[in-house]
Each structure stands twice: as C-alpha cells, then as structure tokens.
C-alpha cells in the first residue's frame, strides 16, 4: 500500500505526466508509491483532490491545447471527456492539469455531446414517396383522430437495442451486464389512436402473415376499435414481409379493413415510436435490467398500464406537426416532433 496524507503538487504533475504517456493506473501508483484509489481519484477529479487548489490561471485552455482536442475530436468524434482532458494537459507537466469540469465548460459554448440519431436509409424515391404522403394527409386533422397507429418491438432482459451509455457523474462508470447468450427478449405488439391506449399484445419472436393474422382475429382489435371509432377508422401499419403478404391482404379485404398506404422506411412518422421510447425510459431507468422473460413481461404490462390516454392522445395529436416537418425537409428523416 502506497503512503497516505495528500498529494503534493510534484507528485500530481508526475501523475499526469505518467498519465499522458500511457501508462497504466498501477504502474503509476507503483512509480509515485501511492494508492491506486488515490491515483485514481485524482485523475478523476483532480479539483475535487483534497489539498488541491485550482489556480485561476489554468482554467482556460487555447492555442495548441485547443488545437489538440479539435484534432482528437475530429479523429474521433465519441472520444470521452476524460481521453479529451488527457489532451489538453500533454505538456503541462510544470503547470497545474486543468480538471474534466474545465475542460467541460471550454467547450459548452462550441461542442456538446449529443448520441446519435438513428436514421433509416433513404434514397431519392423514398424520400420523393414520403413527401408525397404527408402532402396527401397533411391538415387532414378529422381524417387523423380515425387513424389506428401500430407497431411491433423487441424488448430484451439486458436493456434495449442501440443503448450506447447514459450520463454519470464524473469519476462514476455506468455498469451493464451482457450476457453471454444475449439474456432473452420478447416481442409485443402496440396500437394507439387519437383515443388513447387500443392494445397491447405478446406476439412470437418471428412474425408471419399467419401468426399476425390469428392475433389480429384472436385479439378482437376490430370490435375493440369499432367501439371507441363507431364513425369508421383506418389502419396503419409499415411494411414488414408479414404485414404485406397476400395471406394478410386477403384477411383485410375479407374483414373491411381500410389499410393506410405506408411509404417505406418511415419508422419516423409513426407516433407509436414515441410510445415505444416512453416504455423504454421508464422500464430501463437506472440502467435497470431482468432476471427472467416473466419478469420482463410484467413491467412491460405495469408500465404500459402507467401511461394515460391524455399522453397518447397528444403524440397523435402532434402528427399533423410530423407531417409538415417531413414536406419542409424535402421527405428527410425527422425527430420526434
């Protein structure tokens, strides 16, 4: 075990020394006969350091600082705060590090770190088709209220699909387990209207026409819809091999079902998708994770359960505001309006 007390200032110049040179946190702990916990504190927070004083002098960062983490930005876009603040304190081995916060509120006016948006492809026709869609529904606003949104998603034990992180204090690690065969998943089933909630139903991991049909039968979604849209309603649903097969055609032209003309790649306009991110924030909060697919399935239910008419109601409202977004930007892909 390394010495204790604080650390002086040439053991902390040392440290980012050794640190900006690669070398690990036990070596450096080693070479300045340190704890590897007190090494590490101070990296992490090095302003935080007991018997650290910050010196005013240090707290911006220009020229070939500034240049540095420019460069590393550009090389690398998702590189951490911390990988940046070990840029600009290469070569400031005499002077005071400048902490992550600093580092943090050099560039707040320029950069910030935002995760990214996941966009389908679209090629010039797609984007062509979608204007022409929300052209053809836009300020169609009683045609809207009959329309019946819907959509399928996986749900896994391990946390949602795409997750990439989550904001923590500095020095803290988000920790997510993956399991090694993937944990499990379960797939349901979502519609909403204008109204509110109209279901929300367990389907098989594969979904074929046959399987969709029989729980679009099963489930009494007709008689469920007819009851809150007595006026008449429209389904729509996107484009998957299951949704657009002759056997689900068939079943729709036997049933009356006006079925809504969906442009591909177009999981963007469908204001299910909300409703979706809505279950995921609140069933993974905490960066929560599942035992067992049983115990998956309940808090699926309870959250579902959570969410109000009213807040349904208001995403389907807003789809009027999707659709004229998506003529604006020329059929582009649009964020959650």
């Known amino acids: 075990m390394g010495r204790a007390g604080a650390l002086t200032e040439a053991e902390k110049r040392a440290i980012w020394g050794w640190r900006a040179a690669g070398l690990k946190l036990s070596d450096i702990a080693t070479r300045a006969d340190r704890s590897r916990k007190a090494v590490k504190s101070f990296l992490d927070q090095p302003d935080a350091t007991p ?14 600082a500034q240049t540095r983490v420019l460069n590393k930005l550009r090389a690398a876009p ?51 088709r979608r204007v022409a869609f929300a052209m053809q ?23 949602p699909d795409g997750y990439s992180g989550q904001w923590v204090r500095t020095g803290e690690f ?46 009494r979604v007709a008689t469920i819809v007819s009851e809150t849209h007595p006026e008449g309603w429209t389904f729509m649903q996107d484009n998957a091999p299951a949704h657009v097969a002759r056997n689900t055609k ?53 959250v579902w359960a959570s969410i109000t008419n009213a807040e349904v109601g208001s995403l389907v409202t807003g789809w009027n505001a999707r659709l004229h977004r998506c003529v604006n930007m020329e059929g582009a892909n649009v964020q959650n309006v």
């Open 51 to 64: 018997g650290y004083v910050g010196n005013q002098n240090t707290r911006k960062f220009t020229g070939p």
């Open 78 to 128: 998702r590189s951490p705060l911390k990988a940046l603040t070990m840029q600009v304190n290469t070569g400031r081995s005499q002077r005071k590090p400048v902490s992550r916060e600093t580092v943090r509120r050099n560039m707040a006016d320029d950069l910030s770190f935002r995760r990214a948006i996941v966009r389908q492809p679209l090629s010039r026709e797609n984007r062509l």
């Open 137 to 159: 529904n836009l300020n169609k606003i009683e045609e809207h209220k009959k329309v019946i949104f819907t959509d399928e998603k996986k749900f896994n034990l391990d946390g």
């Open 174 to 219: 988000p920790d997510r387990v993956r399991r090694h065969t993937g944990g499990g998943s379960v797939m349901f089933w979502m519609a909403i209207s204008s109204a509110g909630k109209m279901a929300l139903l367990k389907t098989p991991a594969r979904i074929t026409s046959e399987n969709y049909v029989a729980m679009l039968e099963s489930s």
């Open 250 to 302: 068939s079943f729709f032209a036997r049933e009356g079902w006006h079925v809504m003309d969906w442009p591909a790649y177009s999981p963007d306009l469908n204001p299910v998708e909300n409703v979706w991110s809505i279950m995921s924030r609140r069933m993974y909060a905490g960066n929560r994770q599942y035992e067992s697919l049983s115990e998956l399935e309940a808090e699926i239910m309870e």
